[in-house]
Structures are given as C-alpha cells and as structure tokens.
C-alpha cells in the first residue's frame, strides 16, 4: 500500500463521498414506486453487475470461496441491514436527516470498542460521544408533536453500520479489498433475492434505468473510497466522510427542494464535529503510537 500519497487519497474520498448521496437520491425516487426490498435488492443486484467487469480487469478469482465465508458473510450481514433500514429512512424522511443519524456509527464504535475491538476508551473519546449523541437528541427531536417514528430506522442503520465497520477492521487482512465488495454483494443479492417472488413489483423502462443508475453510483463510491484507503490510512480519511453531508443537502435541494432548517443544522453540525473530533484524535494518538 502506498502511503506516502495522502492528498490523492484525500481527494479520492472526498470524490466518493459526494457520489455516493446520489445513490441515496435514486433510493429515495424509486421507494415512492417500488417495495423497499426490491430497491434494496436492484442496489445490490446492479451493484454485483458493475462490480464484474472491475473483478475481471484486475483478473480477481471471485467465484471461489472465500477465506473467513463466515466473517465475510456476518459483515455483509450488517451492510445489507444497514442498507434496508436506511431506504425505509429515506422514504419518508429527508436525505440529510437520516445521514445525520447514520453518522451516529463513530459513537457507537467508541463506546462499544473496548468490549469488541478491545481498544482502549479514554475520557476524550467519551466525551466526545456523549457529545454527538446531544446531537441526535436534537435531530431526532424525540419530544416534538411531530416526532417521525421512522427516522428511527435511519438510527438502526447507524448501529448496523457500526457493526459493518468493526467486522471490516477485525479481518481488514483477510482478503484483496474489490473481493471483499464483491462478497458484501454476493450475500445482499442472494439474500434480497429469495424475498423478490413475495414482494416483486416489474419496474417499467425508466425504474430500470433508475435502477441501473443506482448500482453505479454504489459501485462508484465505493471504488472511489477503496482506492483512497490505497494511498492513505483509514484513520487520516475518516473526518472527510463527512463531506457526504454537504453532498446529500446539495442534491436534497436540486432534486426535493429541502434544505435542513436551523435546529437540525445545530444537531448535524454536532454529530459531525463529534465524529470528527474523535476521528482526528484517532489519527493523532496512532501517529505518536507508531512515531
């Protein structure tokens, strides 16, 4: 791995993170038409055709079992039932609202690292979860007359999605990063697909095309993001996952003309300042580890 090229890596996830709200947007458009779990499994099931030709420039053997199927397999788990809680989200709910509360993942990690990573939890690090979760009090709005019951599915994504973040660092060695995309694909695609006869609504010309478009942007972004993590460590480009927020209320306004109002900025730029905090002070602490 080349690590001495932070600045590419930087701008490669920057770029991922603004492709992938575009994902979320074709999401969203085709859940007004289509059963959530149908554009859960066309995610997946675009995103595996994408991936092929990828697999095979690279000449990568994805069709043999992988090493760890069982770790593999629980991981894609956790990312499929993040995906399936976040498209309930976003039906009903605006884009930036529910990535906001996805962002709760950081928090979750630090608090729950020192039972499953074993990593060390010190008052920084607590601070700065309890921090952000003042944060999703605020964006959640738990107390409001019209509290969004829903917007707890965007909640639930987050905690997968912690999961799916911790499973992918204990076995970050396991396997060439593309067959582990690859592999998340294959388990969300089979899975989803054994449930289409009971919901399958035929898509007409443009929901394929929609859909198409959604696989691509999946497979885009998460490309993008792969080839950042080749030129810089995951711990410096973390606090530029944030930069999806200003991606998902840029194409929220163009596509829904919704902008978050000032209490939900307040409650946005808290979650984000507290994953960033803790991100940077990662970064900094395994830099003094290591130097």
Same mark, same amino acid.
């Given at each position: ?15 991922? $993170? ?10 969203? &458009? ?18 595996? +055709?994408? +991936? ?6 690279? =000449? ?48 979750? &990690? ?6 499953? #990573? ?21 964006? +959640? ?24 973040? *911790?499973?992918? =660092?204990? !076995? ?22 054994? $449930? !289409? ?13 929609? *859909?198409?478009? !959604? ?21 410096? #480009? ?6 999806? &927020? ?7 306004? +163009? ?37």
């Amino acid at each position: 791995m080349d690590t001495q090229r932070p600045m590419l890596g930087i701008c490669l996830m920057v770029a991922g $993170m603004l492709v992938v709200p575009f994902l979320d947007v074709c999401a969203k &458009i085709l859940g007004q038409t289509y059963p959530v779990m149908e554009v859960v499994w066309a995610r997946y099931f675009f995103h595996f +055709l994408w +991936l092929l030709p990828l697999l095979a420039w690279k =000449r990568l053997a994805w069709w043999r079992w992988p090493a760890s199927a069982g770790s593999q397999g629980l991981r894609g788990l956790f990312l499929l039932a993040c995906t399936l809680c976040f498209f309930l989200s976003i039906q009903s709910n605006p884009i930036p609202n529910s990535l906001a509360l996805l962002f709760v993942a950081p928090l979750i &990690i630090t608090a729950l690292s020192p039972l499953i #990573l074993r990593e060390r939890l010190d008052l920084r690090r607590a601070g700065a979860a309890g921090f952000g979760f003042i944060g999703v009090l605020i964006v +959640l709005q738990p107390a409001a007359d019209d509290f969004a019951f829903s917007s707890l599915w965007a909640l639930a994504a987050g905690v997968c999605y912690a999961f799916y973040i *911790m499973s992918t =660092r204990k !076995m970050s060695q396991r396997a060439k990063p593309l067959l582990g995309l690859m592999y998340i694909a294959i388990v969300g695609l089979v899975l989803m697909s054994l $449930m !289409m006869p009971f919901v399958w609504v035929a898509p007409d010309l443009k929901g394929w095309g929609i *859909m198409a478009l !959604m696989g691509l942007f999946a497979a885009t972004g998460h490309f993008l993001i792969i080839k950042a993590c080749e030129y810089a460590p995951a711990s410096l #480009l973390a606090p530029f996952n944030y930069t999806e &927020i200003v991606g998902a209320c840029t194409i929220s306004y +163009l596509f829904f003309a919704y902008l978050p109002d000032a209490l939900m900025w307040l409650g946005i730029g808290i979650i984000c300042a507290s994953g960033i905090y803790t991100s940077v002070y990662e970064y900094r602490r395994q830099s003094a580890a290591r130097g």
